[in-house]
């Protein structure tokens, strides 16, 4: 079955204790990207990644950190949370010919708590 | 700045009641805008791409439209499975691959 598969799709943490979004995707897709959903702002794209060793920054990258070493994987990465990182997490892949038709495919999301 | 501004924020239909939800954009080259759907604690799921003013995409009860400054999701006869959020989202032909989403428009299609 084509997936999006995030790990953990639920984690309370504490400031500063590091932690990593795993995702992957098993479609071959060149096209990855991380988003953030909070409510009244909507879906926000943190970071993003053409393909393998090639990553660029989103509208909300600060906190942030992401790496392609594998075409499948995308692991989104917090150094030292924060409160103001609690948000519903998501994580998108395309075919890049059909990134271009915006036709993203998403995981179930993963809900991060930090106090 | 890109921005994207959906409405209403949510709207509440009886069972066959024909309504539309609005997207209005502003981007700076539109390369497309995109519609949506999300169901309560899952992602996204892709609806439909427009490129163009003037074109339209229908599928099932769903058709979409684009204007110059604006895009509507028609819903025909809707059936309480069609009730979600439905999303929105333009990208820029600005040589990025970056893209605006609205904050969606909740329905609910009563029985």
């Known amino acids: 079955e084509a997936q999006v598969t995030q790990n953990p799709r639920y984690l309370i943490t504490v400031t500063g204790k590091k932690l990593t979004v795993t995702c992957s995707q098993n479609?071959?897709?060149?096209?990855m990207s991380w988003y953030r959903q909070d409510p009244g702002l909507g879906l926000r794209q943190i970071y993003y990644?053409?393909?393998?060793?090639?990553?660029d920054k989103g509208d909300v990258p600060e906190g942030y950190k992401v790496s392609r070493k594998e075409k499948r994987n995308f692991p989104l990465i917090l150094e030292s949370p924060s409160p103001n990182q609690t948000s519903l997490y998501f994580c998108?892949?395309?075919?890049?010919?059909?990134?271009?038709?915006?036709?993203?495919?998403f995981g179930e999301g993963s809900r991060l708590t930090v106090l | 700045e890109d921005q994207v501004t959906q409405s209403p924020e949510a709207l509440r239909l009886q069972e066959g009641e024909s309504s539309s939800l609005n997207c209005s954009y502003t981007?700076?080259?539109?390369?497309?805008l995109f519609w949506y759907r999300q169901d309560p604690g899952k992602g996204p799921e892709f609806l439909f791409t427009?490129?163009?003013a003037g074109e339209e995409k229908e599928k099932e009860r769903l058709k979409a439209t684009l204007t110059k400054k604006e895009s509507f999701l028609h819903i025909t006869a809707p059936k309480p499975e069609d009730s979600a959020t439905y999303l929105c989202?333009?990208?820029?032909?600005?040589?990025?691959?970056?893209?605006?989403f609205g904050t969606g428009t909740r329905l609910k299609v009563l029985a």
């Open positions: 998108a892949s395309s075919f890049f010919r059909r990134e271009l038709d915006g036709e993203l495919f």
């Open positions: 479609m071959n897709h060149e096209y």
């Open positions: 990644s053409m393909n393998v060793e090639v990553t």
């Open positions: 981007v700076s080259g539109l390369r497309g």
């Open positions: 427009l490129y163009s």
């Open positions: 989202a333009v990208a820029s032909s600005k040589g990025t691959y970056k893209y605006i």
